[in-house]
T-cell receptor, first 112, second 114 residues
Framework: GENVEQHPSTLSVQEGDSAVIKCTYS??????FPWYKQELGKRPQLIID?????GEKKDQRIAVTLNKTAKHFSLHITETQPEDSAVYFC???????????FGSGTKLNVKP | DGGITQSPKYLFRKEGQNVTLSCEQN?????MYWYRQDPGQGLRLIYY???????QKGDIAEGYSVSREKKESFPLTVTSAQKNPTAFYLC?????????????FGSGTQLSVL
């Protein structure tokens, strides 16, 4: 089955700096890659996603890039703010069903 | 928070006891899921259901059981056969269970063993 690896497990940045979280996947059939943000004590929420026919997608301060050949995708957060502090999960799924394989999560700490 | 509701927030299980976690959604979604979250690990799929009266095992179904008698409800039972049940359990739903749909999560249940 699919294996999703996520790095780093923890990331500390200064407010205003950029943060990058990387994920790799093993199954070339995976074609949908969402990112979820889980704030402390709250439920995970989708923040951005990308499909395999697109190389990059942006939404204000966040962006996701996908390299299908290398089987990796990354989350980029620019101009980080304290409210960006949370655990971020990447995931991969395949076209036949909405079954996700999640990465182990990255705890992002944005220091004011 | 509306949409998808889990209860209780905290649950304690005695050895040999079965416990049931509740998950209810009012989003009119066909698909529902149960995930287990352990510290330092990603979410792992326990069971999922795309339609009433039908459900499928996920990657870690052993020691768990589910039912889907109503569209809006997908309870998870942690049986005594699950030897390491302490974890955070998240229920989720999506519109049809088709590819690339957004998952809507509940607020979770923390299960601990006494």
């Amino acid at each position: 089955g699919e294996n999703v690896e996520q790095h780093p497990s923890t990331l500390s940045v200064q407010e205003g700096d950029s943060a990058v979280i990387k994920c790799t996947y093993s199954d070339s059939a995976s074609n949908y890659f969402p990112w979820y943000k889980q704030e402390l004590g709250k439920r995970p929420q989708l923040i951005i996603d990308i499909r395999s026919n697109v190389g990059e997608k942006k939404d204000q301060r966040i962006a996701v890039t996908l390299n299908k050949t290398a089987k990796h995708f990354s989350l980029h957060i620019t101009e980080t703010q304290p409210e960006d502090s949370a655990v971020y999960f990447c995931a991969a799924s395949q076209y036949n069903f909405n079954k996700f394989y999640f990465g182990s999560g990255t705890k992002l700490n944005v220091k004011p | 928070d509306g949409g998808i509701t889990q209860s209780p927030k905290y649950l304690f299980r005695k050895e040999g006891q079965n416990v049931t976690l509740s998950c209810e959604q009012n989003l009119n979604h066909d698909a529902m899921y149960w995930y287990r979250q352990d510290p330092g690990q990603g979410l792992r799929l326990i069971y999922y259901s795309q339609i009433v009266n039908d459900f499928q095992k996920g990657d870690i179904a052993e020691g768990y059981s589910v039912s889907r008698e109503k569209k809006e409800s997908f309870p998870l039972t942690v049986t005594s056969a699950q030897k390491n049940p302490t974890a955070f359990y998240l229920c989720a739903s999506s519109m049809t269970g088709g590819a690339g749909e957004k998952l809507f999560f509940g607020s979770g249940t923390q299960l601990s063993v006494l």
